[in-house]
């Protein structure tokens, strides 16, 4: 790390070894790591690029830039693709350019179009990390973006895990200039003479986090302290390094406070030790019940905090009190035991979807109905096919597809072939990779042969199911979702 030995002189350096220091406090890079950096060309993603170039020779590093075309800014957005696939182009760096119709994937799948593009970069990110066999993905969050996400959250109603912000690891995704702040990013780009392009969406502030970037934090700088963004994002790594230390310290007592665990196709139940319970500090106690609860109803999108603190009272109250929970979870305390437990027979309306739906290939044509929306399955072939990637619409190869398939909802074990050499990865990475939150991976239609993902719907088909020119059979799924609200399909 020579550049770390040598007095900094300039700001350029100064933010190249600061950037170094922080990679290394977070154990972000290896030596030979390929890294896939999202480049949108604005300030924060050119000071990126720029900063990881420099840094290139020291870490041995294999450098490829993806570019997400929104189909949202018309020709300002041809502009800042253009830009950056001629600034790659002068540096030698892999360039790959992804195009998203993000308006019509926003309406296809109920999302804001935020949460649609941010979903449609990481798959990009991720399919590259695939193709290109790279072992990390880089995004250019700052210190700016980190507090914004603080104060949304605490806004919001947040708890610990809110305060934590943004962490600069995650998985295989890393965030090497989390530690910049905008003005030291600019200031870098002014001394390097490089332009940076500025999304006009991100000076309206008719979306939230832009409020709170263009108005809430200036005031802040302005009128309370002039480093008031640092200072939040100190205390979010602090809170991080609290909620790290919490958890760690919560599994050893989840070991010692549990007498059996249960799980069948009629119940799922923990039996705790209620004296042992009742003796752990009101901050473990929290975490270990989440994570019990967790274990019993295998989510948690409707378990609020007033749930947890029912349970809590429960295990330290009377015999014979009990409470009822989401996804059908009681608690029960009985003498000296706690027990959570969830009858599955009786679950609640929101999971009756769960039921697997056979579908024999040899019988195809053919329409399969679920609660959620239909399916409907047709032969095709090469020469009338119109195969242009959709979101609900794919195409098959039939060829390599089993007898029997099934339309069902994620289970232990599953796994989907991510690229052309037959690379698994574990159903449950690829969520984490898409950042899906945990409580929406239970709801996803999945199309299976056996533990093998044929089509994670909505999302992407297996890389060993797609056509080519060797291809004899084309089996075209569609894919239409029932509207409840409306009492149609759409």
């Known amino acids: 790390m020579g550049i770390l030995m040598a007095k900094p002189k300039t700001e350029k350096d100064m933010i190249i070894a600061k950037v170094l220091t922080y990679i290394k406090e977070n154990k972000m890079l290896e030596s030979g790591d390929h890294v896939v ?69 926003a309406a296809e799948k109920g999302l804001s179009t935020e949460e649609a593009g941010r979903i449609a970069r990481y798959e990009a990110f991720h399919k590259v990390m695939e193709d290109k066999n790279a072992s990390k993905i880089a995004v250019a969050h700052n210190v700016g973006d980190n507090v914004e996400t603080m104060l949304l959250n605490m806004c919001r109603g947040t708890g610990i895990s809110g305060m934590t912000g943004i962490r600069p690891v995650r998985d295989k995704i890393i965030r090497p200039i989390m530690c910049l702040t905008r003005s030291e990013i600019e200031d ?38 002039a480093r008031a963004d640092e200072h939040i994002g100190n205390l979010g790594e602090m809170i991080a390094d609290f909620e790290d230390y919490v958890d760690m310290e919560s599994e050893k007592y989840l070991e010692d406070i549990i007498i059996s665990e249960e799980y069948t196709d009629e119940i799922r139940q923990i039996i705790v030790d209620a004296i042992k319970f009742e003796k752990l500090h009101k901050a473990v106690k929290s975490v270990v019940v989440r994570k019990i609860m967790e274990k019993v109803a295998m989510r948690l999108k409707d378990v609020t905090a007033s749930h947890i603190a029912s349970i809590i009272a429960i295990g330290e109250g009377e015999t014979g009190k009990m409470v009822n929970l989401p996804y059908n979870v009681v608690a029960i305390k009985y003498p000296d035991m706690l027990i959570l437990r969830r009858n599955q027979k009786e ?26 929306g239909a399916f409907l399955f047709e032969y095709d072939i090469f020469e009338n096919a119109n195969l242009t990637e959709k979101t609900y619409t794919k195409w098959l190869n039939c060829d390599i597809l089993e007898a029997d398939l099934q339309i069902r909802t994620r289970k232990n074990g599953d796994y989907i072939v991510v690229n052309e050499s037959g690379g698994r990865k574990k159903l449950k990475d690829y969520f984490i990779d898409l950042k899906i939150p945990r409580e929406k991976r239970d709801d996803i239609l999945l199309l299976a042969d056996g533990s093998r993902i044929i089509w994670v719907v909505g999302y992407r088909i297996g890389e060993d199911c797609k056509i080519s020119k060797d291809t004899n059979r084309i089996v075209k799924v569609e894919f239409t979702e029932y509207n409840k609200e409306r009492g149609t399909m759409r």
């Open 188 to 225: 870098y780009l002014l001394e390097k003479g490089i332009e940076y392009k500025t999304d006009s969406t991100n000076l309206s502030n008719d979306y939230t986090r832009n409020k709170v970037r263009n108005v809430v934090i200036p005031y802040l700088k302005e009128n309370v302290n």
């Open 347 to 372: 679950a609640d309306d929101s999971l009756q979807y769960r039921k697997d739906l056979s579908v024999n290939v040899d019988k195809i044509p053919g329409k399969y109905e679920t609660e959620k």
């Open 37 to 105: 950096l999202g480049v949108s060309g604005g300030a924060d993603s050119m000071c990126l690029l720029d900063v990881m170039s420099e840094i290139t020779d020291i870490y041995g590093l294999k450098l490829s830039v993806v570019h997400v075309h929104h189909g949202i800014r018309g020709e300002e957005a041809d502009r800042d693709k253009e830009y950056v696939e001629n600034y790659c182009k002068d540096k030698d760096i892999d360039f790959i350019p992804f195009y998203y119709d993000i308006p019509a994937m």
